[in-house]
């Protein structure tokens, strides 16, 4: 088992690595000469000229890769034209935030998502079972950056139950309730999704493990219904219910820079939209390496989870 | 082989969600192609002050009118053109691409194979849609970059997709019957096994057009993508959204309902092509045959029995 467990974490180490390399090569990829475009067109070819040598462009790209990835070590992300500062110290406070919506939104999408799965698969074809997986259908099929503004019109704008923006009251910042009502919206929008995947994934297992033999013997020893459902059913359904929620969570970050940017919450994926939009490259690319290095790191964690939690896992394991 | 196909047309056929997703292809791909004829307005005149925002259900503007007065009806026929581009041609090139990566290394395996398919693992380390955002971004706005962004960002799921099934298919004897009758690896791979995963990468594919017509309309909302005045059903939605908090929430409302109603059909139609590949519904539709066919050989045989 520990063995496992070593093995696997062990084998992240040539995906960071991958990382950091298609990382660094995204601004290989930038047509024509890197350091004129980062600099903007009316750098002076003096500017250009200190930059191209700061940044290595003349070295080989191993030499290059060495120099960055140093950097990188030391915990130096870059250095941005457009907000004239080191990068790390704009994106690591962004980076809580952004960690904030993206937790709230992982509990929100998996609790509803697991809840709504199950009772529609215990109450199959009722109007509520219909009725649910024909919206999770639907919801699955929708662009998060519309959800975000659709939510935002019916209930900041047409009920104003919620603020439009940010993440405090900007005239009277009021702590965590105030946190909390900024978050509803946003972290609503980004969850939406991956709800009606978790959802329909949710109710197509339980409906699996309901027809296993093991169920019925239960129900012939006397255990009760709720026992069997809530406790052996949802623990034989777990292991694929991890599996995707890990894999949504590479969406809700995806998903969370459009609630981020229509919602104006200071993460991440906000200040990234500024630097896409204001060609400020090496702001991109520290986003794209910081948000990746999370992900890496939480599939880990999910797989890891998801051996813990499941008995039959663990055989094979043992097996080996 | 032909009875297979036969039963996963039949399958098909009978879903009724798929059905619907394929008329829904048909009419988009007719209103892309016929844009011109179709759409009552020219997409990208701009109007006056007073039909600037007008309602949905306006006499002549059945969609209302955009902010510049356009003709929002016009703009979403014309906006299936980019639509349906960004959603297929990328699919494709990748699943080429996909299928030669994919094949290569599920039939070779070994050093080959581990080299594809870990580094197809590093691309999995990045979530789809920013790693799209970073290579559009950096190749600059349009049309063609977003493109390319989703071909690199689809190919890592396509290939694993092709790679899974290769490694079963070359377990099967054919396989090796075709490697004892000493026939090329070339056309081992691409004349024996290629027709038999194949089915599954096109259903498969199919859904994840659904979901570059999703991924791209966010390219476009964020500026990536098509740049205007060219009709984009993202960045009209986009576009929209500076006159959400005046109260005309139609401007972005359609776009969004169109790329819904387009992404759906098309997963619609892999969640039906994946279904009907699957042996266990094409054996529930032979058991129905079989059914239809019993009762009227019952038919027959009572008939027979009669005139004895």
């Known amino acids: 088992m520990l063995r496992y467990i070593l093995k696997r974490i062990l084998s992240t180490i040539p995906v960071l690595f991958g990382v950091t390399i298609i990382v660094f090569l995204l601004i290989q990829m930038i047509p024509g000469d890197p350091a004129k475009s980062i600099l903007g067109s009316d750098a002076t070819p003096g500017a250009v000229k200190a930059l191209r040598d700061e940044m290595g462009l003349n070295e080989p790209l191993l030499t290059q890769y060495g120099l960055w990835m140093m950097d990188l070590l030391k915990g130096d992300l870059g250095y941005s034209y457009t907000l004239h500062k080191p990068i790390i110290d704009e994106l690591l406070p962004r980076f809580v935030n952004s960690l904030i919506l993206t937790v709230a939104s992982l509990l929100i999408c998996i609790t509803l998502g697991v809840m709504l799965g199950l009772v529609s698969a215990l109450k199959k074809d009722s109007t509520l079972d219909k009725v649910s997986m024909g919206a999770a259908l639907i919801g699955a099929s929708m662009p998060v950056f519309w959800i975000a503004l659709m939510l935002m019109w019916l209930f900041a704008i047409k009920l104003q139950m919620f603020p439009v923006s940010g993440m405090y009251n900007m005239r009277n910042p009021g702590g965590f309730t105030d946190l909390l009502h900024h978050l509803v919206l946003p972290a609503f929008a980004t969850a939406t999704v991956s709800l009606a995947v978790i959802a329909r994934l949710t109710r197509s297992t339980v409906l699996d493990v309901l027809q296993k033999d093991y169920v019925k013997y239960f129900h012939s020893f006397g255990l009760s219904n709720t026992k069997i459902n809530l406790v052996h059913v949802m623990r034989n359904s777990l292991p694929p219910i991890i599996n995707i929620s890990g894999l949504q969570v590479g969406y809700i970050m995806g998903g969370a820079l459009f609630s981020e940017v229509v919602f104006n919450w200071p993460g991440i994926g906000q200040q990234l939209y500024t630097a896409v939009t204001s060609n400020d490259y090496p702001t991109v690319q520290a986003g794209i390496l910081l948000i990746s290095l999370t992900f890496v790191l939480v599939n880990l964690v999910v797989d890891l989870l998801n051996v813990w939690l499941s008995p039959k896992l663990q055989d094979s394991i043992k097996a080996e | ?308």
């Not at chain 2, 014309?78 to 691409?97: D, H």
């Not at chain 2, 290394?105 to 990045?126: C, H, P």
Request: proline share 5%; charged share 15%.
């Open chain 2, 1 to 308: 082989m032909a009875e297979k196909w036969k039963l996963s047309c039949k399958a098909f056929l009978s879903d009724k969600m798929a059905a619907i997703g394929a008329a829904i292809i048909l009419l988009a791909v007719f209103l892309a192609i016929f844009a011109n004829f179709v759409a009552p307005y020219d997409p990208n005149t701009v109007a006056e002050g007073s039909t600037r925002l007008l309602p949905p259900g306006t006499d002549g503007h059945i969609f209302g009118t955009d902010q510049q007065g356009r003709d929002i009806l016009s703009r979403i026929i014309f906006g299936t053109q980019t639509s349906l581009i960004s959603a297929v041609v990328p699919v494709i090139i990748a699943a080429v691409v996909s299928i030669a990566l994919g094949i290569i290394a599920g039939y070779y395996q070994g050093f080959i194979g581990s080299l594809i398919m870990r580094l197809m693992d590093i691309f999995f380390a990045f979530p789809a849609v920013l790693l799209a955002i970073a290579i559009a971004a950096i190749l600059g706005p349009g049309l063609l970059n977003v493109i390319i962004a989703m071909i690199i960002v689809r190919i890592p799921y396509m290939t694993r997709v092709v790679y899974t099934d290769v490694l079963q298919e070359s377990q099967k004897e054919y396989v090796e019957a075709a490697k004892a009758f000493g026939i090329g690896d070339l056309e081992t791979m691409f004349k024996q096994i290629l027709p038999n995963v194949l089915p599954s990468l096109i259903a498969y594919a199919t859904t994840l057009a659904g979901v570059t017509i999703v991924t791209v309309a966010g390219l476009s909302f964020i500026g990536l993508g098509v740049q205007p005045p060219t009709a984009d059903w993202g960045r009209m939605a986009s576009d929209g959204s500076k006159v959400l908090m005046q109260g005309y929430p139609h401007v972005t409302f359609i776009p969004g309902i169109a790329i819904l109603i387009l992404s759906f059909a098309f997963s619609m139609i892999g969640d039906g092509l994946r279904n009907a590949l699957d042996p266990y519904e094409q054996s529930k539709m032979k058991a129905k045959k079989k059914v239809k066919a019993e009762k009227t050989a019952g038919v027959g045989v009572g008939q027979t029995a009669k005139e004895g």
